[in-house]
């Protein structure tokens, strides 16, 4: 689960306990902004607060605001950027400008749904009115629109990503409750003792598949879920998707190469493999021979990660971790690489 979701889980825990919270959400940022459009805070009526909307700049009034939310029951849509003083005052460096919606928390049973729809793999999309905190599915909320306010949203929808949309009809806010991002790694090595858990912070759901038993042991990998399986055993009953990234790292052919065989012939978004640049050459011969095609050869990442010197495990993890940010939000890992050599 992302840190976005985790926050409003925890909001809506805090909810079912009797707290009034309420929930800031960044819904538009322009120019540099420390935090992504759907980033999330919850804070409670104590002032006890969950997640971020910022790098630290503005939090202090977002909690002011929400103490307000809270008492008054109305929501409340703040700006701050350079054109705000007192922002400024308080260092919000990043020199953008941000727009953030704190609402008192509500639709509570609504909301769980939406997450708990997305954790089974069911995608929704809703739209927030920015005027009385008010969600509704995408789909329920068009029928009853006129054609120009349809367009507009349906035209934000078809970019799939969440933003903030003027119509006819006034503000909203369109939000995607999406499954979480997963991880395959093949081979439970050293290397994936660390990759699990940093991959888990940046809201993977992580498996490690790997038939060895001795190599699959849970104590080996507290907390990470386990296939002790052949990979194309696992990757059959649950194929990658285009949330899926998979990194093969057992360096036996026999382990590897039928899970990037299977990935590279899917819609995963990354695909990587350990080991150097002459056995990333032979993998590829393998893969070849194989009917694995070049379009899909070229999509694999190999040798795996980053190239920012790494040399402990734990440093090849980070690296493979952020070439797998790259791939998924912003350019072709190759460029960057180039720009490292």
């Known amino acids: 689960m ?6 409003l889980a925890t909001a809506l825990a805090w909810a079912r306990q009797g707290r009034n919270v309420a929930l800031a959400t960044v819904v538009a940022t322009f120019g540099s902004s ?16 969950a997640g971020s909307v910022s790098s630290g700049c503005v939090e202090g009034e977002i909690l002011a605001t929400a103490e307000e939310v809270i008492v008054k029951g109305r ?3 703040r700006e701050f950027g350079a054109s705000n003083e007192k922002v400024w005052s308080v260092a919000l460096t990043c020199g953008g400008t941000i727009r953030i919606f704190v609402e008192r928390l509500a ?3 609504e909301l769980q749904d939406l997450l708990d729809q997305a954790r089974s793999g069911r995608e929704a999309a809703t739209l927030l009115a920015l005027d009385n905190g008010r969600r509704r599915p995408l789909d329920a909320t068009l029928a009853d629109w006129d054609e120009p306010s349809r367009r507009i949203a349906l035209a934000a929808a078809r970019a799939g990503e969440p933003a903030l949309i003027e ?6 806010f369109l939000e995607f409750w999406r499954p979480p991002l997963r991880l395959l790694v ?11 858990p940093i991959a888990t912070l ?13 190599f699959a042991d849970p104590q080996r990998f507290p907390g990470t879920r386990l ?4 990979p194309e055993e696992v990757l059959a009953a649950s194929p990658p998707d285009a949330r899926t990234a998979l990194v093969a790292l057992s360096h036996e052919a026999r382990i590897d190469d039928p899970a990037l065989r299977a990935a590279l012939n899917s819609p995963a978004f990354y695909v990587g493999a350990l080991g150097s640049r002459a056995s990333a050459e032979k993998r590829r011969a393998r893969l070849r021979a194989q009917g694995v095609a070049e379009a899909a050869l070229a999509r694999l990442r190999g040798p795996v990660g980053l190239a920012i010197g790494a040399g402990s495990p734990a440093e090849i993890a980070i690296a493979i971790a952020a070439e797998m940010t790259v791939a998924l939000r912003l350019a072709p890992p190759a460029l960057l690489e180039a720009a490292a050599e």
């Open 2 to 7: 992302n840190d976005q979701d985790e926050v």
């Open 186 to 196: 093949v081979g439970a090595v050293h290397i994936a003792q660390s990759l699990a």
């Open 107 to 109: 639709q509570i049973d």
């Open 75 to 77: 929501p409340c849509l």
């Open 34 to 49: 420390p935090r992504p459009v759907g980033a999330r805070l919850a804070v409670d009526a104590e002032g006890r607060f």
């Open 202 to 214: 940046a809201g993977y759901d992580v498996t490690v598949i790997d038939p060895r038993a001795a």
């Open 167 to 172: 119509t006819p009809r006034g503000a909203f």
């Open 227 to 230: 296939a002790r399986a052949w």
